[in-house]
């Protein structure tokens, strides 16, 4: 294979991260691949970024973007991370098919930009450094879609294809994600340097994160937490505890984000967790269908350690790995714990803020029930074993559209899908409760409706559309792709004309089965 040339595309870099030095990385170029083309480009996050409409169309971006050449005044690396994967210390990893590029500067601040799965680097182990096109076009969708719900994640700005053969289970085809963050540093990447007894360098880390990234650690995503301000009080002097407290709460708000919105990651090893609490590594992630707590999304997760119900407590499960990795510059374990418990009351807030905002209410509401609403919904959706997305949707509309505490009939549509006689009586039961809750707001119903149909999507990424898309793909025919692109970036608008993308699985679905094969 031929090496990449140089090319100029006039970007401005800063590659902040190359100041921590070789044991952090190993500089390496790109492995081209064979007949690049684009699978799609994201023109709107483009623009975010301060690009010009123009900026897919120059063929030298294209080789950028799928490895094909080094941009001028990138720096191309692999960096080292290690991490705990399913439960067991896996000892070192690190970017085994991810290739830092460095930093841009956009008008939106620095970002960082990767490509994924372009070529082996010295920590890809047995792997052959690569990405099948089927993974990149789900990471892909499944970033922005997480972006449009107001979720933290890393983020997407293409996909390019190949005609590069790859082998996983099948013979399939590979491809590379340009994936943009803030930063790509994981919890592994304190792990590996305290693993290894190399102090100085995990210092040097900490040092990097608090000094590069503390605005992106202490801004708050939507929830300012009651109690924050005290338990930072406690970390005033200490600030290796502070950046622990910080990611504590940036994680639970992460967990809370996910749980609210029927998310599975998959799988949650502690080198797929963002320092900065971002959604990261989208691999066998699933938005449910049916609600069910136990739902494992990973058919290699035989023992359910990443269920939909368990990611909280493994999001603390991780973090006190992080802490562990942090005590030796923490150098106080009771401090250390006390961050790492906050967790559980940085998670329960979070949630109650977000089930307040999903059943459309303002903080001015405040009642004694408010916090077992939106558990004792699921429960129901749960015993029904309904569609987690279609229920929630149907429910807003149906709040919305109705009059009053007496306004029962408003709330056929739900009635209608609960055929089970359990999850009727529950329903039948709790609906009184509920109309009378309402009617406590100082907002009216149809007021509320309307919030709810603002936090409550339409359209979230499902299994199913995810491979319609992927087979088309496969077969030469990117359309889908972008055509979901366009709908998961406003999963609340209607969009009518594509109503057929808001409902559950057709059966053909129930045998789609996602793993670690990527
Ligand atoms: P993941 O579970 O996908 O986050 O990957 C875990 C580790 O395996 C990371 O260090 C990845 O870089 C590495 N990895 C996964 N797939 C490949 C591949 N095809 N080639 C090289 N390394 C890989
Ligand atoms: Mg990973």
Redesign the pocket.
């Known amino acids: 294979m031929n090496i990449p040339a140089e090319l100029n595309l006039g970007l401005s870099w800063n590659n902040r991260f190359t100041q921590l030095g070789k044991s952090f990385y190993t500089h390496l170029r790109p492995t081209p691949l064979p007949n690049v083309h684009w699978v799609s480009c994201n023109h709107a996050l483009a623009r975010e970024m301060g690009f010009e409409p123009d900026f897919f169309d120059s063929p030298q971006l294209l080789d950028a973007l799928s490895g094909n050449g080094v941009i001028k005044g990138s720096s191309p690396l692999a960096s080292v ?1 290690s991490g705990h ?1 399913f439960g067991h210390w896996a000892g070192q ?6 290739l830092y590029l460095g930093e841009i500067q956009t008008t939106n601040g620095s970002v960082e930009l990767q490509l994924k799965g372009a070529g ?2 010295p ?3 047995s ?5 099948v096109l089927r993974s990149s076009i789900r990471e892909y969708l499944c970033s922005e879609a997480m972006h449009a719900l107001s979720i933290p994640t890393t983020r997407a700005l293409s996909i390019t294809g190949s005609k590069g053969i790859v082998y996983r289970e099948e013979v399939e085809t590979a491809a590379v994600v340009a994936r943009v963050s803030p930063s790509f540093i994981r919890f592994g990447h304190f792990e590996h340097f305290s693993a290894n007894g190399e102090t100085e360098n995990l210092k040097q880390l900490a040092d990097f994160v608090i000094n590069e990234y503390s605005d992106v650690l202490t801004r708050q995503n939507e929830i300012a937490l009651t109690h924050e301000n005290d338990i930072a009080k406690e970390v005033e002097n200490n600030k290796y505890a502070r950046l622990l407290l910080q990611v504590v709460i940036k994680t639970a708000k992460l967990i809370a984000n996910w749980q609210s919105v029927g998310f599975c990651h998959g ?1 949650m ?1 502690t ?2 967790m963002s320092i900065l609490g971002l959604t990261i ?1 989208y ?1 066998p992630f699933q938005f449910m269908d049916n609600f069910d707590v136990n739902h494992i999304c990973n058919h290699s997760d035989h023992s359910g350690r990443y269920a939909y119900g368990q990611q909280p407590n493994i999001g603390l499960w991780n973090l006190y790995c992080l802490g562990q990795s942090l005590l030796p510059l923490i150098a106080d374990k009771d401090l250390t714990v006390k961050c790492l418990e906050f967790y559980k009351e940085a998670f329960s807030e979070s949630m109650l803020q977000l089930s307040l905002k999903k059943l459309g209410f303002n903080e001015n509401i405040d009642h004694p029930d408010i916090s077992s609403l939106v558990p004792k919904i699921n429960s129901i959706i749960q015993m029904q074993g309904a569609d987690f997305t279609v229920f929630w949707r149907t429910l807003s509309h149906c709040v919305s559209h109705s009059t009053g505490p007496h306004d029962l009939l408003a709330f056929d549509k739900i009635s209608e899908m609960l055929k089970h006689e359990n999850a009727r009586s529950l329903w039948l039961d709790f609906l009184p409760t509920y109309l009378n809750l309402l009617s406590k707001s100082d907002q009216t119903n149809e007021q509320i409706g309307l919030n709810m149909l603002k936090i409550n999507p339409k359209f979230v990424l499902r299994n199913h559309l995810g491979e319609t898309a992927i087979k088309k793909a496969q077969a030469g025919d990117f359309s889908e792709v972008d055509i979901l692109l366009k709908i998961l970036t406003t999963p609340y608008d209607e969009h009518e004309a594509y109503d057929d993308y808001a409902n559950p699985p057709p059966d053909w679905a129930k045998s789609i089965s996602i793993s ?1 094969s ?1």
Request: with cysteine; aromatic share 8%; charged share 30%.
């Open positions: 991370y994967q990893l690190g970017d085994g098919r991810a082996k680097t920590y890809s182990r792997g052959d450094g690569r990405a799988v090893n080198d797929n590594d691999g670690c990527s």
